[in-house]
C-alpha cells in the first residue's frame, strides 16, 4: 500500500476515532475533561511501559484508561467539595499529573521513542514506518490498527449502550429514575476518551488529539439538532478534516496533525457563520427580522392613534413620520415597505393609513398580546 494512502488511512481512523465520544463530551458541557485526560493520562503510559518496556503493549491502553477514569474522579471529587469551582478543578488535577509524567518521562525515559516531543505533537508521517508482521506478512501499519480497534471499541460501545448513553447525556435524572447508572456510564464513557486519546498519541499527540475530538463534534452541533445526526456528521466532519488537512499538508509541506486540526478550525468557523439554525448569518438575520416586525407594529399603534382625526392625520404623512417616530428616513422607508409588503398599511398619496388587518395588528400589539397568524399570513 502506498506509503500517502497509509497515514490517510490513519489520519482518518484517528479522527473519527477521537470525533465519536467527542460528541458526547460535548453535549454534556464537558469538553475541557478530553483536555485534561489527554494530558493527565501520560503518567499512566509511562508507569505501563516502565513495567513493560514495550511501547506496543495492550497494558499501556489500560493504564491509561485508569489514569483517565482517576483524573474524572479526582475532578469531581474537588466540584463536589464546593471548595473548588470546576473550571479551577480541571486546572489544577490535570497539570498535576501531566507534570508528573513529563518529569517521569524526562528522568527515566529520556533516550528511548516515550520523549515528550512524540507525546505533545505527534508524527503522522513516521506511521508507515512501524509496521505489523506476523508469520512473514506484512499487515500494515500498527498505528492504522491500533485506531482501528480502537474505533471499533467506540463503535461497540455506542451500539451496546446507545438508549443508556443518549439518555444519560440528555437527562442524568431521568436515567436514574429509569434504573440506569449514570455514574456507571459516566466512567465507561470518561474510559473510552482515555484509550482514544493514548491510542491517538503516536498519531496527533496529546494536544491535537483535543482539536480532533471536540470540533467536529462542534461543527456537527451547529449544523444539526438531533442526537444521532449530529454524532454521524461530526464523524464525516473529522473525516473531511484529515483528507483535507493532509492535502493541505502535503501542500505545504508542514505537520499532518497540525493540518488536520487547522481544517478542523476551518470548518467549525464555516458552520459558526453559515450554520442553517445557529449561525452567526442567521441570527443576524432574525434579529434584523425582528427589529423589523418591532418596527412595523410602532408604526401601525402610531398610525391607529393619530388616522382617527383630520387634526392628527399630518402625523401619519410618510415624509413627516421619521420626526413623529424618532427614526431615520432611510428606517422609515424599510418599515413602511414591509409593511405594504404584507398588507398592513395602505396610501394615499402621502398619507399612510393602517388596512383592517394592520388595525387587528395594532389592537393586539396594544394591549400586549402575542402576534397572531396574520403576521405570517401576510409576509
Known amino acids: 500500500m502506498n506509503p500517502e494512502l497509509q497515514i490517510m488511512l490513519i489520519a482518518v481512523v484517528t479522527a473519527v476515532a477521537a470525533a465519536l465520544p467527542g460528541t458526547y463530551l460535548v453535549l454534556r458541557r464537558t469538553a475541557l475533561v478530553s483536555d485534561a485526560i489527554s494530558h493527565a493520562i501520560l503518567p499512566g503510559i509511562v508507569v505501563a511501559f516502565f513495567l513493560t518496556h514495550d511501547l506496543n503493549s495492550p497494558l499501556l491502553l489500560v493504564s491509561a484508561a485508569v489514569t483517565g477514569v482517576l483524573t474524572v474522579f479526582l475532578i469531581e471529587s474537588l466540584i463536589r467539595s464546593r471548595l ?6 480541571i486546572g489544577l488535577v490535570f497539570p498535576a499529573l501531566f507534570s508528573i509524567g513529563v518529569i517521569l518521562i524526562s528522568r527515566y525515559a ?24 506476523i508469520g512473514g506478512v506484512n499487515l500494515g501499519p ?8 480502537i474505533l471499533l471499541l467506540n463503535l461497540l460501545l455506542i451500539g451496546l449502550a446507545w438508549k443508556e448513553l443518549k439518555l444519560a447525556t440528555v437527562d442524568p435524572g431521568l436515567a436514574a429514575l429509569l434504573g440506569f447508572s449514570p455514574v ?3 466512567y465507561s464513557l470518561m474510559a473510552m476518551v482515555s484509550i482514544t ?5 503516536d498519531a496527533v499527540g496529546s494536544i491535537l488529539v483535543v482539536a480532533l475530538m ?3 463534534p462542534a461543527t456537527a452541533y451547529l449544523v444539526v439538532d438531533r442526537f444521532a445526526p449530529m454524532l454521524w456528521v461530526g464523524a464525516a466532519v473529522a473525516a473531511a478534516s484529515a483528507i483535507l488537512g493532509f492535502g493541505l499538508a502535503l501542500a505545504l509541506d508542514v505537520s499532518i496533525a497540525g493540518s488536520m486540526a487547522t481544517v478542523c478550525g476551518v470548518l467549525f468557523a464555516v458552520a459558526l457563520l453559515l450554520a442553517p439554525n445557529r449561525g452567526l448569518v442567521a441570527q443576524a438575520r432574525r434579529r434584523s427580522s425582528q427589529r423589523l416586525d418591532l418596527g412595523v407594529r410602532m408604526l401601525l399603534v402610531h398610525l391607529l392613534h393619530h388616522q382617527e382625526t383630520e387634526s392628527e392625520a399630518e402625523e401619519c404623512r410618510v415624509p413627516s413620520l421619521h420626526r413623529h417616530l424618532q427614526w431615520s428616513e432611510a428606517r422609515v422607508r424599510q418599515v413602511v415597505r414591509e409593511a405594504e409588503g404584507r398588507d398592513l398599511v395602505a396610501r394615499a398619496d402621502d398619507l399612510l393609513y393602517a388596512t383592517a388587518d394592520g388595525r387587528q395588528l395594532a389592537e393586539i400589539a396594544v394591549v400586549g398580546e402575542s402576534m397572531p397568524d396574520i403576521v405570517n399570513r401576510n409576509r
Not at 110 to 133: K, M, N, R, Y
Open 84 to 89: 473548588v469551582p470546576e473550571d479551577a478543578s
Open 110 to 133: 529520556g533516550d528511548v521513542h516515550l520523549d515528550t516531543d512524540s507525546v505533545l505533537l505527534g508524527e503522522l508521517a513516521l506511521a508507515p514506518f512501524d509496521q505489523v508482521i
Open 142 to 149: 500498527r498505528a492504522l490498527w491500533t485506531m482501528g480497534v
Open 184 to 186: 456507571a456510564i459516566h
Open 197 to 201: 486519546a493514548v491510542g491517538a498519541f
Open 214 to 216: 471536540i470540533a467536529p
